[in-house]
Structures are given as structure tokens and as C-alpha cells.
């Protein structure tokens, strides 16, 4: 017996010091041998080259790349999963907040926050459940002499493990990401093999860690990556993280900056394991106001003072998007993290405390988990240099207990349709009788109804009246002579006659655009006949144009047009000359091709 004491002692004692001895080269890249035998060789430009270091033999393997399964021509109705009731998060993973602005910054403490002991202790008494931990991995690459072999510094590595453990020791589960890889962004086939050697080095350093360390592939793809180029990139990302974490929850994101515009094209395995995210900041203006790092015409700083009031105007159209998701959620079976809400430390403080808590409460109304951005710097809730919360913000977020009688009890709208073969779901179409597309600065609200119709809201607080609202003809096409419909039939309903100019336009997508109808106060309330279109009023109150297709074909002859769009032109006020003296309401009902 005590010779196996001591020849344990022994093997203790060797590795320690050994451990001791590998931690003192804090410049050492983290090695990884199975990570090195499988990487495949990469392109060596990009935009800021990693550090380099020799190495001998740089092993190579083919990386399977994932392709896009081919789509039906005809979408099939999704066997909806009733989520809506169940618990789609575990109890402690519901409410987080990101620790922003500091290891995702080019160096830890550059962006003014570097991480204290004190951080994780103040944000799990105040209630919070998890952090989300932004990291720029892209940052600290090193790139092997003489070949295409990428690794991570090891003192930064490290830097991030130490923070990961002490999340643990605090009872706080973790979100790692991936955040700022602008190279990704401007370049993806450049750099994608580099992004897929990160995952490797993460997941396989992190496959032990219990199940509340999640993954999440990539902040807000942008750039080059919409989300019909981000789909094969985020699944090959995906197909790596399984082969050493199969059943750790992962989570994803459509392209272009992480919002729900995307979601619709989004194609993801059939995984239970992923966690669907979504980032809001709307409304930006209101949000951003003063934010000098946002773009914009004008700036962020003509926004200054501008208030978010919690009127129902304001709420229907957040929660509109709070309802799309939900929708997507109860299709798909997937659970939803809202992974950035946050509004500038230069937007009225009361302001702020009103928007914060209603975003908080309607996440948990429809089931989501949260993570608030963020926690010190200008979005923060908490001051570093006294160490104490900013009370109401906080409270905003965390000054009441989740509410499980409430919570996830909201229900999606409208129903939403998927492709699901070969081991992958969507991408994604929403069944309404018309669908509104919103390109307009105006800030024009814009929510579904519960008969699968739309109504724009205009002059309500922040927005101007009028706005450019489009609909997507699906089916019209140019035959080489003509369209291969004759009518369009748009019918709508005009609240309280509300709204007093309408123009619609037939457009291909482009610069290109033609007038089809344009009708003032009084023409809107009555029947007419025009070159191009006739006005009806129908017993139950709505409106009906009928328009004239081929009247306009000439103008997009030969032009080899993809797409028609109706452009329509609305305004609730007709002498324009305010942006906010009169608020407005329509209903766009359906659009038939005859």
C-alpha cells in the first residue's frame, strides 16, 4: 500500500512541475496535436496578419464543405412543436447580461474595461443567471511559420479559460463567442478555414466543461455575410463543434448584424441542441442617440433627447417582432435567446428604464432568455469606478423575480412554413395573405393581425407620416412580350380614412419604376376609372385597386427584370408639412395576380 501511495505522489509531483514549467511561456501558442493533424491548409492573407512562429510539418486534411440541400418548389407546412408552455431554457439560464467591451476589444482594457473580481459576485447577487462573454479570438491569432496552421495565443487563451472558470466558481453559466472577426465579415471564402480552426480549438478545449458553457458561432454576421452566404459557414462551423460536443447547446444567428431579417433564409441542422438568437436595438434612434461610432446621415447626435414614452404605438411595433420569432420558435421547436437589447448611456435615463424593462418583460412573455448589452461600459448598468449599479436600469432588468405563471405563455404570429430534408430545416416562409416589406427611414410601424393581414401605423412617437412600404409580386414575370398576368387587385382597408394620399408604383427591384395609380383624400373615398387602374368600395368597408399591368409593360421591356414590387407611396397628412402632425392607419389586406 505504500508503494502505491508514493508512486502517486510521485505522479503528482511530475505533473505539477511539469504544469508549472508549460505555464510559464505565457507567449506559447496553445498547442493542440489533434488540432494540428486535422487542419486543413489556408490562405495566409488577411487583413491584420497573426504573429508568426516556425513550426515543422504542417499537417493538412480536406475539409467536407457543406452545401446548401437543393429547395421543393413548393413549401410544406412545418409540424409545429407547442413550445409556448414548456420550459425552453433551463431555470438558471434565463437571464444574462454581456461583459462587452473588454476581451473582444483589440487588447483586454482598451475599450476601458478590464475584468475585476468583483464583477461576477455583484452580477450574480443582483440576479442575473449567465454572462455572455464576447471574445476576439480574431485578434490573438498566431499563424505558424512556413505553414497555413492557425492557433491562438497562448496568454490569451488562457485569459479567457480563467474567466470562463471563475463565471463557474460564481454559478454563472457562460455564452462563448466568437465577436468582432471583421476579417470574416469583408472576406468569408478568405478566411472561413481560419474561422473553422478557432472552433476546433475552442470545442476541444472546452469539451469537458459542464453543459451551461454554451457556444455561439459568430456575433452579428454582416457585411458579405447575409444569411443565404452565412448558412453554409455557420453549419460547417456546427458540424466541427459535434464532433467533440455532441449535445452542447449551440447557438445561431441569421446574417446581416444578427436580426430577424435573415431569419427566413436561415438553414440549420436538425439539431434540438441549437438556441436560436436574435439581437434588437430598435428603435436605433432612439437607442444610439449620441453613439459617435454609429453612421448615419447627420449622425447619431441629431437623435439627442429623443424619448421612448411605452405608448401602445411604440409597444405594437416591438412586440411585432417579439411575435415573428415566437412564430419561428413554435415552427422550428428551437429556443430563442435574445442575445443584445440595450440603449446609450446618452439616452434619457428615464427613457431608458422604461424601454429596458418592457423589452425585458415581453423576452419572458414569449419565452426567450436575455442577455442585456451591457454591463460596464455605455450601455452598462453598473459603475466600475464606485462599484455600485445604476438602481433603476438595474431593477429594470433583474428588481423582480421571473413570473413563471407568465412566462413563455405568448404565441406567435403569423404561421410560418418550413422546408425540413436531408437532415436540415428551412429555409423559412411566412403564410400571410401579403406581405409588407418595410424600406422606409420613416420609423413606420408595422404588425401582423390575427387574420394573417398588415397594418402600418405612421405619425405615432419618432416616426414621420408618410413611408415607402413595398409588396413582392410573386409570380409576375416578363414572357418576352408581355407580363404573364394582366391584373394586380391590391385591396386594403383605410382607417377612419385616415390615411389621404396613396401612389403606387410598379418597380423591378431597381432604380427603374413606373406610377400605376395616385389618388388624394377624395379619390381614396370613392370610386373611380383611370388609364392604369380603377378604384372600388366594397360592402365591408375595405378598398379594392385594380390595376393595369400591361398598360406599363413597355417601360421594363427587355430589361431582364427577377423581381416586380408594388412601391407605394402613403402619407397621412397631404400638405407634408410636418414629419409628425398626423398619425394614420392602414390595412393591407391581400394582393391577387390575375
Known amino acids: ?29 496553445v498547442t493542440n496535436p489533434k488540432t494540428e493533424s486535422e487542419v486543413k491548409q489556408i490562405t495566409k492573407e488577411t487583413t491584420q496578419e497573426p504573429a508568426t512562429e516556425p513550426i515543422t510539418e504542417p499537417a493538412t486534411i480536406a475539409i467536407e464543405v457543406w452545401q446548401v440541400p437543393d429547395i421543393p418548389a413548393d413549401f410544406v407546412t412545418a409540424n409545429i412543436k407547442d413550445i409556448s408552455s414548456g420550459i425552453v431554457f433551463e431555470k438558471n439560464f434565463r437571464r444574462g447580461i454581456n461583459l462587452g467591451n473588454m476581451l473582444e476589444s483589440p487588447n483586454e482594457g482598451e475599450w476601458g474595461v478590464h475584468y475585476n ?25 498566431v499563424v505558424k511559420n512556413n505553414s497555413d496552421i492557425i492557433n491562438i495565443s497562448k496568454s490569451f487563451n488562457d485569459r479567457v479559460k480563467e474567466i470562463v472558470d471563475e463565471a463557474l466558481k460564481n454559478d454563472l453559466g457562460v455564452v462563448i463567442n466568437i465577436h468582432h472577426y471583421n476579417d470574416m465579415d469583408e472576406n468569408p471564402e478568405k478566411n472561413a478555414d481560419r474561422l473553422y480552426q478557432i472552433w476546433r480549438i475552442i470545442s476541444e478545449q472546452y469539451q469537458n466543461y459542464p453543459a451551461n458553457v ?161 454591463f460596464c461600459a455605455g450601455f452598462g448598468i453598473y459603475d466600475q469606478n464606485s462599484g455600485e449599479f445604476f438602481e433603476d436600469l ?19 404570429r403569423p404561421a410560418i412554413s418550413m422546408i425540413k430534408e436531408n437532415g436540415y430545416i428551412g429555409p423559412f416562409k411566412t403564410e400571410r395573405n401579403i406581405n409588407i416589406i418595410c424600406d422606409s427611414w420613416t420609423g413606420m410601424s ?7 393581414t398588415q397594418i402600418i401605423e405612421l405619425g405615432g412617437a419618432n416616426t414621420s407620416d408618410w413611408a415607402h412600404p413595398y409588396i413582392i409580386l410573386e409570380g409576375l414575370t416578363d414572357t418576352g412580350d408581355k407580363f404573364s398576368h394582366d391584373i394586380c387587385e391590391l385591396t386594403i382597408r383605410n382607417i377612419d380614412w385616415s390615411i389621404t394620399d396613396f401612389c403606387i408604383n410598379l418597380d423591378n427591384s431597381t432604380s427603374l419604376e413606373t406610377q400605376l395609380a395616385w389618388m388624394d383624400e377624395k379619390t381614396l373615398k370613392g370610386e373611380s376609372v383611370s388609364n392604369t387602374y380603377s378604384v372600388i368600395q366594397n360592402g365591408d368597408g375595405t378598398t379594392t385597386f385594380i390595376l393595369d399591368l400591361q398598360k406599363v ?24 408639412s410636418g414629419n409628425y402632425d398626423r398619425e394614420g392607419m392602414i390595412e393591407f389586406i391581400k394582393v391577387e395576380l390575375k
Not at 505522479?11 to 507567449?27: E, G, I
Not at 428588481?399 to 413563471?404: A, D, I, R, S, Y
Request: with cysteine; aromatic share 14%.
Open 117 to 141: 473580481p468583483k464583477f461576477f459576485p455583484a452580477i450574480k447577487q443582483r440576479g442575473f443567471d449567465f454572462i455572455r462573454l464576447p471574445v476576439g479570438w480574431g485578434n490573438h491569432l
Open 553 to 576: 409593360y413597355k417601360t421594363f421591356a427587355g430589361k431582364n427584370s427577377e423581381v416586380f414590387r408594388l412601391k407605394i407611396f402613403i402619407e397621412s397628412v397631404p400638405d407634408r
Open 446 to 452: 408595422l404588425y401582423d393581425t390575427e387574420n394573417n
Open 214 to 374: 454554451v457556444f455561439e458561432i459568430f456575433n452579428e454576421p454582416h457585411d458579405k455575410l447575409d444569411t443565404k452566404t452565412w448558412n453554409q459557414y455557420q453549419n460547417e462551423c456546427i458540424k466541427i463543434i459535434r464532433k467533440t460536443n455532441p449535445t452542447r447547446k449551440i447557438v445561431v444567428s441569421a446574417g446581416d448584424w444578427g436580426g430577424i431579417g435573415g431569419m427566413k433564409d436561415l438553414i440549420l441542422p436538425d439539431d434540438e441542441n441549437l438556441i436560436f438568437s436574435f439581437h434588437c436595438y430598435d428603435p436605433f434612434n432612439f437607442t444610439h442617440q449620441g453613439a459617435d461610432w454609429s453612421s448615419g446621415e447627420g449622425g447619431m447626435d441629431q437623435h439627442l433627447g429623443t424619448q421612448w414614452t411605452g405608448s401602445d404605438f411604440e409597444k405594437r411595433n416591438l412586440e411585432n417582432s417579439f411575435r415573428a420569432v415566437k412564430a419561428w420558435s413554435e415552427t422550428t421547436g428551437l429556443p430563442v435567446l435574445m442575445g443584445e437589447f440595450g440603449a446609450y448611456e446618452k439616452a434619457p435615463m428615464e427613457s431608458r428604464v422604461r424601454w429596458t424593462n418592457y423589452m425585458r418583460e415581453t423576452a419572458e412573455y414569449y419565452g426567450f432568455a436575455w442577455s442585456y448589452w451591457e
Open 1 to 29: 500500500m505504500k508503494k502505491i501511495i508514493l508512486f502517486i505522489a510521485a505522479v503528482l509531483l511530475f505533473s505539477c512541475l511539469y504544469s508549472c514549467t508549460t505555464n510559464d511561456n505565457n507567449d506559447e501558442p
Open 394 to 412: 438595474a431593477n429594470a432588468l433583474t428588481g423582480t423575480p421571473l413570473n413563471e405563471s407568465v412566462y413563455a405563455t405568448g404565441t406567435g
